[in-house]
């Protein structure tokens, strides 16, 4: 390698620095950075040093056909650096940012192929002015390409967000790997004989079936997500419709709470115009000592107070006591559709199973809060082992699963003695986690 071979590459190379810099500055669109001046100078020193070179070696390798071996050096380098960069520049949870960084670097390949291939197939050194033409040409493809690569991924990582736990944690770490592994099969293209034009375009199948499988894994977590969605949906239908019956019942009880209240009203009138002064304190006493009948409140978060609602009718119209201990916070922080398909699966089940068990049954709910965790515990008897269940029981188990799952949490069911146990078990996310779910606050 030449000194005056590496200027030469160098001015060449100017012009298409920016078009480099661009797709990895436009990261800052998906990854909050830390809050604080030191983090983004720092940021761009990193992509300033790992860039910069890239230009200048892979045009110097293509004008002279010598020191490729530097430029995959460089190519290693960006795939090892450019995650570590993401873990210590950005700020958040890291593993969805960390799972991006491989469908961006797919995404992005694929997409500016075409300004690769144009600038490969050029006999340089170019002249200036179709220096700059190309180097236009560039530029746009990759600011165009960087642009798709965002909105695809935004979409892409809402949808990785709502995968269970450990899930995530397996993609994100295998996806540095897989990006490092990527750039070693095209060195190997490269360093099998072939031209860099020719490994280029002998790489680009492999590059198209890596991407094509990323696409495949995403339609295949849009369609879990759908049907996830699906089913909670029709559960919150189902508990809404619980709900609406409860009203009623509710509003024919104080209609006839309200009638009968009339009625003992228009007869202590009677008796006091009557004079029949012992007969209406007697009536009176009688209504002091009367049990209120009021409508009940279960809860002071409205989510579960509808669904404790609803299930205390279907307990108290199976002629099963229902009893609810401890409490849940009013501003419970899990989204109100999984907080309500998560209460409504869990009672709905114990009151269906205590109504077929035998007899004195019982459910109980128990709300417990500790280190940032809802657990909920619901007990009820159960009926005999055999027993032929309503067709579709257990749907609901899988609901409960995956709602777990999505929170870091657990489900469990256990039977002993003829009673059930059911313990669903979630994190509480953050306030910033739920405020919108769908925006780049990812790493």
């Known amino acids: ?199 280029i375009v002998h790489f680009i199948p492999s590059l198209l079936a890596i991407t094509a499988a990323f696409l495949a894994l995403l339609l295949v977590l849009l369609h879990r997500q759908n049907r996830q969605n699906l089913e909670i949906a029709a559960a919150y239908q189902a508990m809404q419709a619980d709900s609406l019956q409860t009203q009623q019942a509710n509003a024919e009880t104080l209609r006839a709470l309200q009638s009968e209240h009339r009625g003992r009203l228009r007869r202590l009138q009677t008796l006091l115009a009557e004079n029949r002064a012992d007969e209406a304190l007697a009536l009176l006493r009688q209504l002091t000592r009367q049990e209120n009948r009021a409508v009940r409140r279960y809860a002071d978060n409205p989510v579960a107070d509808v669904v404790l609602a609803a299930a205390d009718r279907r307990c108290r119209e199976a002629g099963v006591p229902f009893t609810i201990q401890g409490a849940l916070a009013r501003d419970c922080p899990l989204p109100a559709a999984d907080l309500a398909s998560l209460l409504y699966n869990l009672l709905s089940n114990a009151a269906e199973a205590a109504a077929l068990g035998p007899r004195p049954g019982d459910v109980t709910v128990r709300f417990s809060t500790v280190a940032g965790r809802l657990c909920v515990t619901v007990q009820n008897t159960a009926p005999p082992q055999g027993h032929r269940r309503r067709p579709g029981h257990g749907f609901g188990q899988q609901i409960l699963r995956d709602i777990a799952a999505r929170y870091d949490g657990s489900y469990t069911l256990t039977l002993e003695n003829g009673r059930a146990c059911a313990v669903a078990m979630v994190r509480l996310p953050a306030p910033n986690e739920t405020e919108a779910p769908d925006a780049g606050r990812i790493l």
């Open 1 to 199: 390698m030449t000194a005056p071979d590496l200027r030469l590459a160098a001015v060449q190379a100017l012009p298409l620095i920016p078009a480099y810099w661009l797709p990895y500055g436009f990261l800052t669109l998906l990854f909050p950075l830390r809050k604080g001046l030191r983090w983004r100078v720092g940021y761009a020193v990193l992509i300033f040093l790992l860039m910069t070179p890239k230009p200048v070696l892979d045009l110097y390798w293509l004008m002279y056909e010598r020191a490729r071996w530097i430029s995959i050096l460089q190519g290693v380098l960006m795939a090892v650096c450019i995650p570590l960069g993401l873990l210590v520049f950005f700020s958040g949870d890291w593993r969805p940012g960390q799972f991006a960084f491989f469908p961006f670097t797919c995404l992005h390949s694929v997409l500016i192929l075409p300004s690769i291939l144009l600038l490969t197939w050029q006999p340089w050194p170019l002249p200036p002015g179709r220096l700059l033409l190309v180097s236009g040409i560039f530029f746009a493809g990759s600011l165009v390409t960087a642009l798709l690569s965002v909105a695809f991924l935004r979409r892409f990582l809402a949808v990785v967000r709502r995968l269970p736990g450990p899930l995530i944690t397996v993609l994100a770490v295998l996806s540095p790997l897989l990006g490092l592994t990527l750039n070693m099969l095209q060195a190997l293209e490269i360093f099998s004989g072939r031209t860099r034009a020719q490994a």
